[in-house]
């Protein structure tokens, strides 16, 4: 594989290719085809990605810190990937693996994690305003402060995750298993707690009406 292509733009149709450990920082992927393609522990620090095709390749250990990734990352494989204030609005992770991610600072507003596996990722204070997370591991997962408004979290797998003062008003939390989860001071107004299981949850001091009503 030519790498000084790949890194020049030059090139778009790269599924499947093996990048492993490769260095590509800074490199404008934007449009690249890039499904089912190896890229353990590739380096994609600040990259442009956006609109890249992601389906099914395996990031896991990948540098992606301060990349554009509104990419399509359906079933890929994030464990252990560096995500740290990387750009995931809007992005599709419907099925992907996150676990052992480091998201500090990351922005997943509006991203499609639909079935996604987040489960002991520490996501707190990442925006996650109305993100799907349909069905959605996150059990014991780390949402302290994290902003979560207007979220769909139906069906999702919230047991034993830290909820603490997270930002939940609006949010879709129908059917979700929250066994165990810590909501202490937690903003849920307006969220719909249809069916979902609070069996020993902590809710001291959680709102879940409007102050006043």
């Known amino acids: ?22 260095d590509l920082a800074g490199v404008n992927l934007a449009g690249v085809n890039l499904a089912g393609a ?19 390749a395996n990031l896991m250990g990948a540098n992606l810190s301060g990349a554009d990734l509104r990419a399509n990352l359906w079933g890929a494989n994030l464990m252990q990937a560096n995500l740290v204030q990387t750009d995931l609005r809007g992005a599709s992770l419907r099925g992907a693996n996150l676990m052992g991610a480091n998201p500090h600072q990351a922005n997943f507003a509006g991203a499609s994690l639909c079935g996604a596996n987040l ?28 902003d979560l408004r207007t979220a769909n979290l139906q069906g999702a797998l919230l047991t034993e995750a830290n909820l603490e003062e997270a930002d939940l008003r609006g949010a879709n939390l129908a059917g979700a298993t929250l066994i165990r989860a810590n909501l202490l001071c937690a903003e849920l107004e307006g969220a719909n707690l249809n069916g979902a299981d609070l069996t020993d949850a902590c809710v001291v001091g959680t709102s879940f009406t409007k102050e006043g009503k």
């Open 1 to 22: 594989m030519d790498i000084e292509s790949i890194r020049n733009g030059k090139l778009k149709a790269l599924a499947g290719t093996n990048l492993e450990d490769e």
């Open 38 to 56: 190896k890229l353990v522990g590739t380096n994609f620090k600040g990259a442009n990605l956006e609109r890249a095709y992601l389906e099914g």
């Open 119 to 146: 489960m002991s990722v520490n996501l707190q204070g990442v925006d996650l305003r109305q993100a799907d997370l349909r069905g959605a591991n996150l059990s014991n997962t780390n949402l302290k402060g994290a």
